[in-house]
């Protein structure tokens, strides 16, 4: 092959080569914009995949068919029955001994002492009930999400600050190693270098076997079978929430929104008219009947009949069945108030302990960021007076730990607020702020 033949083709090779990773570092981009998540991606993936969310869902469509079996109870109903006799001879047939029927039933209560509209009623509540039940259901599924997502975050951000770490750590093992050869340094300098680096590289690992875990617990939180990892947005950062004030106004909003709470008064709501409905237990009723009836008998006559009736059913001895239907109700009455007395107490708790909580980690937050200014001054100083030969190495590896607890508890600090958020949020019935409205 001529040698300008062999050029072209080795520069065709080198474009083409270009063109292939060009191709493939858009792929991968693309591929991690893809599974890049952001706190809004990842709530809205919890309300559509949780399987709380789906039982949540299935109990209020039980409630509300029970509730259309009880409007079923006081409707119209119509019966049909018919029926073929032969009582003849079966070895000969004869036509004598063959006949026919039908009839045709209509039957409607029409007084029942009101029991069946306070039926209805009962179940309304309940339905209602279920329906708060669900979306308490949706609001503890996203602030699990949201405090898996910050969990997530904060071990990001802690194993960042273990590398950041061990960087410090290596470049003053390179130093001390410079001095050591140009004498200036003891070799125990070195060792002791050597020893913190291998520390810092332990540490290291166990910070990104931290990532994974909780990277797993993300995806439980989600309700997503399919697992991997997680790229966090890149906007996301441990940002201080808005703290909440007026702890009156809180608690008033809490009563009026939370979901469990709403449900707790559905509830004695319902256990009252079951009182109601019980001193009806040995009430008189009142049912109408239309009815209509054919009979036929082969080589005989035929006849056809209609009738109109109302019963009346008047129960005179119960056994006692009312005042035991009232005792057991008044008892089912009392244990629901109990209960949402009870409730009221837990929702004040929940909402001054989560409000409190998040005062507590913004004020913790804002004091060790100034902590982590002073250490980051510290390590820059203990470098500086160890390269000119003053200064001990127990200095750097200090300031360098210094450094590194610092900005894990300004983390710390900064993830127990978002927390406290999701609590406070949790707390008082509502969806996290991200996803309101959703």
């Given at each position: 092959?001529?040698?300008n033949?062999?050029?072209?083709?080795a520069r065709?090779?080198?474009v083409l080569?270009?063109?292939?990773l060009?191709a493939?570092?858009?792929?991968?981009?693309?591929?991690?914009?893809?599974d890049?998540?952001?706190?809004?991606?990842?709530?809205t993936?919890?309300?559509e995949?949780?399987?709380?969310l789906?039982?949540?869902?299935?109990?209020?469509?039980a409630?509300?068919?029970?509730?259309?079996?009880?409007?079923?109870?006081?409707r119209l109903?119509?019966?049909?029955?018919?029926?073929?006799?032969?009582?003849?001879?079966?070895?000969e047939?004869d036509?004598?001994?063959?006949?026919?029927?039908?009839?045709?039933?209509?039957?409607?209560?029409l007084?029942?002492?009101?029991?069946?509209?306070?039926?209805k009623?009962?179940?309304?509540?309940?339905?209602?009930g279920?329906r708060e039940s669900?979306?308490?259901?949706?609001?503890?599924?996203?602030?699990?999400?949201?405090r898996?997502?910050?969990a997530l975050v904060?071990?990001?951000l802690?194993?960042?600050?273990?590398?950041?770490?061990?960087?410090?750590?290596?470049?003053h093992?390179?130093?001390?190693?410079?001095?050591?050869?140009?004498?200036n340094?003891?070799?125990?300098d070195?060792?002791?270098a050597?020893?913190?680096v291998?520390?810092?590289?332990?540490s290291?690992?166990?910070a990104?076997?931290d990532?994974?875990?909780?990277?797993?617990a993300?995806?439980v939180a989600?309700g997503v079978?399919?697992?991997?990892?997680v790229?966090?947005?890149l906007?996301?950062?441990?940002?201080?929430?808005?703290?909440?004030?007026?702890?009156?106004?809180?608690?008033n909003?809490?009563l009026?929104?939370?979901?469990?709470y709403?449900?707790?008064?559905?509830?004695v709501?319902?256990?009252?008219?079951g009182i109601?409905n019980?001193?009806?237990?040995?009430?008189?009723?009142i049912?109408g009947?239309?009815?209509?009836s054919?009979?036929?008998r082969?080589?005989?006559?035929s006849?056809?009949?209609?009738?109109?009736?109302?019963?009346?059913n008047?129960p005179?001895?119960d056994?006692?069945?009312?005042?035991?239907?009232?005792?057991?109700?008044?008892?089912q009455w009392?244990?629901?108030a109990?209960?949402?007395?009870?409730l009221?107490?837990?929702v004040a708790?929940?909402?001054?302990s989560?409000a409190?909580?998040?005062?507590?980690?913004?004020?913790?937050a804002?004091s060790s960021e100034?902590?982590v200014?002073?250490a980051?001054?510290n390590?820059?100083?203990?470098?500086?007076?160890?390269?000119?030969?003053?200064?001990?190495?127990?200095?750097?590896?200090?300031?360098v730990?210094?450094?590194?607890?610092a900005?894990f508890t300004?983390?710390?600090?900064?993830?127990?607020?978002?927390?406290?958020?999701a609590?406070?949020d949790?707390?008082?019935?509502?969806?996290?702020?991200?996803?309101?409205?959703?």
């Amino acid at each position: 092959m001529p040698s300008n033949s062999i050029a072209r083709a080795a520069r065709l090779s080198v474009v083409l080569l270009a063109l292939f990773l060009c191709a493939g570092a858009c792929f991968a981009e693309k591929k991690e914009e893809s599974d890049t998540l952001s706190l809004e991606e990842c709530l809205t993936l919890a309300l559509e995949n949780h399987p709380s969310l789906r039982g949540a869902k299935g109990a209020t469509r039980a409630a509300e068919a029970a509730l259309e079996q009880v409007r079923v109870n006081n409707r119209l109903t119509v019966t049909a029955t018919g029926g073929v006799n032969y009582d003849g001879d079966y070895e000969e047939w004869d036509d004598r001994y063959h006949s026919e029927n039908a009839r045709i039933t209509a039957s409607k209560l029409l007084y029942d002492t009101g029991r069946n509209r306070i039926q209805k009623e009962m179940q309304a509540e309940t339905v209602k009930g279920t329906r708060e039940s669900e979306r308490k259901t949706r609001v503890s599924v996203a602030a699990d999400a949201k405090r898996a997502y910050y969990a997530l975050v904060l071990k990001i951000l802690n194993r960042d600050v273990e590398r950041e770490k061990l960087n410090n750590l290596e470049e003053h093992l390179k130093t001390a190693r410079g001095l050591y050869e140009v004498g200036n340094s003891p070799f125990i300098d070195v060792t002791k270098a050597e020893a913190d680096v291998a520390s810092a590289r332990t540490s290291m690992l166990k910070a990104e076997n931290d990532i994974q875990i909780f990277q797993e617990a993300l995806w439980v939180a989600m309700g997503v079978e399919e697992s991997g990892p997680v790229v966090l947005a890149l906007s996301t950062r441990l940002l201080l929430p808005r703290v909440e004030t007026g702890m009156e106004g809180l608690l008033n909003t809490a009563l009026k929104d939370r979901p469990d709470y709403r449900q707790s008064l559905h509830t004695v709501r319902a256990r009252e008219l079951g009182i109601a409905n019980a001193a009806r237990t040995s009430s008189p009723t009142i049912t109408g009947q239309l009815s209509s009836s054919f009979s036929n008998r082969e080589g005989s006559s035929s006849s056809e009949n209609y009738a109109v009736g109302l019963s009346l059913n008047i129960p005179i001895v119960d056994g006692g069945a009312k005042a035991a239907a009232l005792e057991s109700a008044r008892a089912q009455w009392d244990q629901a108030a109990a209960e949402r007395d009870k409730l009221r107490q837990q929702v004040a708790y929940g909402v001054r302990s989560a409000a409190l909580s998040l005062s507590n980690a913004a004020e913790r937050a804002r004091s060790s960021e100034t902590s982590v200014r002073y250490a980051e001054e510290n390590l820059e100083l203990a470098r500086g007076r160890y390269e000119v030969g003053v200064g001990d190495p127990l200095e750097i590896s200090d300031a360098v730990i210094s450094l590194a607890n610092a900005r894990f508890t300004y983390y710390q600090a900064l993830y127990d607020a978002q927390i406290a958020r999701a609590d406070l949020d949790e707390a008082m019935g509502h969806l996290p702020p991200e996803i309101e409205g959703k």
